[in-house]
């Protein structure tokens, strides 16, 4: 058992992992400043021993009573209609949370666990993406704010091993999905989700021969504590490999609600990646994770809790 402090606590990956610590005997704090979390994701835990919720920025000095043994950073806008919003809030939880929560695990002698993204590859030009490649950002475009902050957020991790010794995770979350995704969040696949069951047409960006590779959440949230339980420090791309087009997934979204919308094209967003797929090996070599949830399933269960929030 240990006591585990999440950043982005009440978000949609945070809400997932505080559960499943919870759920496997952990003590969990979880901080939120609930910029773009929300309560309702984790109300359900207020009840379970063990759980507390602080309402608190990260990118402001943190302080937590009591032991620690590890910090998991999870905080910041993470769906493209969010960090184009809050641009400045989330290059500083990349940078200044970043700094924090590793200070916070410094000084608690905590493993800290770094939520990167694949966003740190760009529009990468290396095709599936391997932890090896340095990938391909524009610093200075509008998806700069997210990519860079983890950029950087990565660099100030492995320095802080480097430096101080800290022992540190990095994974490299693949786009994730599932149930407490938001309704308005603006990403591709809670947009498509909705738009089906709303009867309102399916908005694919550009002529949607893009790629994207899709993880169902708790997938991901297994693939992330058994990195955690490991002793590698990464990066680990976490993400399912199977590949699909954006308009492959539009297809498959209106079989599997059943719904009779159409599709319309809207402009493609500036930088948006071309093709995007992790290359797993690491994961399934030095931590034996594979995705075990395909994405007609997992959309289906996806699409039940749309319907059930929708009312
Ligand atoms: N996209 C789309 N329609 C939407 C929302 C997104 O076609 O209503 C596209 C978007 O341009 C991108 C892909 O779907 O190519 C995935 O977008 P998302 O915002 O989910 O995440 P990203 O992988 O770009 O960070």
Same mark, same amino acid.
């Given at each position: ?101 590793? @200070? ?6 905590? =493993?800290? /666990?770094?939520?990167?993204?694949? %966003? #740190?590859? !760009? ?115 976490? @993400? ?6 954006? =308009?492959? /997934?539009?297809?498959?979204?209106? %079989? #599997?609600? !059943? ?53």
């Amino acid at each position: 058992m240990a006591r585990v402090v999440v950043t982005g606590g009440a978000g949609f990956l945070g809400s997932h992992l505080c559960e499943a610590l919870l759920d496997r005997g952990d003590e969990v704090v979880a901080l939120d400043n609930l910029l773009t979390g929300d309560v309702a994701n984790i109300e359900h835990l207020f009840a379970r021993p063990g759980f507390t919720f602080v309402r608190h920025d990260v990118s402001t000095f943190i302080w937590v009573p009591g032991p620690v043994d590890a910090v998991l950073h999870f905080a910041s806008p993470a769906s493209p209609r969010d960090y184009l919003e809050m641009p400045i809030q989330t290059l500083k939880v990349g940078s200044l949370g970043t700094h924090n929560s590793l @200070g916070l695990a410094k000084a608690k002698g905590a =493993r800290f /666990l770094l939520a990167s993204t694949s %966003e #740190v590859y !760009g529009d990468p030009q290396v095709h599936p993406q391997h932890e090896s490649y340095w990938g391909h950002v524009n610093p200075v475009g509008p998806r700069g704010v997210y990519d860079e902050a983890k950029r950087f957020a990565e660099a100030m991790t492995m320095a802080y091993h480097r430096y101080h010794g800290l022992d540190v995770r990095i994974v490299r979350i693949f786009n994730t999905y599932g149930p407490r995704m938001r309704v308005d969040d603006g990403r591709v696949v809670s947009n498509f989700l909705v738009q089906a069951l709303q009867g309102k047409p399916l908005t694919v960006y550009g002529d949607g021969s893009q790629t994207r590779s899709f993880c169902y959440v708790d997938d991901e949230i297994r693939g992330v504590l058994d990195l955690l339980d490991s002793d590698v420090t990464g990066p680990v791309n976490i @993400g399912n490999p199977d590949e699909y087009t954006v =308009r492959e /997934l539009a297809e498959l979204v209106l %079989e #599997v609600t !059943g719904s009779s919308s159409e599709i319309v094209h809207e402009p493609l967003p500036a930088d948006d990646p071309a093709q995007r797929r992790p290359d797993i090996t690491l994961a399934r070599t030095a931590l034996g994770w594979r995705p075990e949830v395909d994405l007609r399933e997992g959309l289906a269960r996806t699409a039940d809790w749309f319907r059930r929030t929708l009312g």
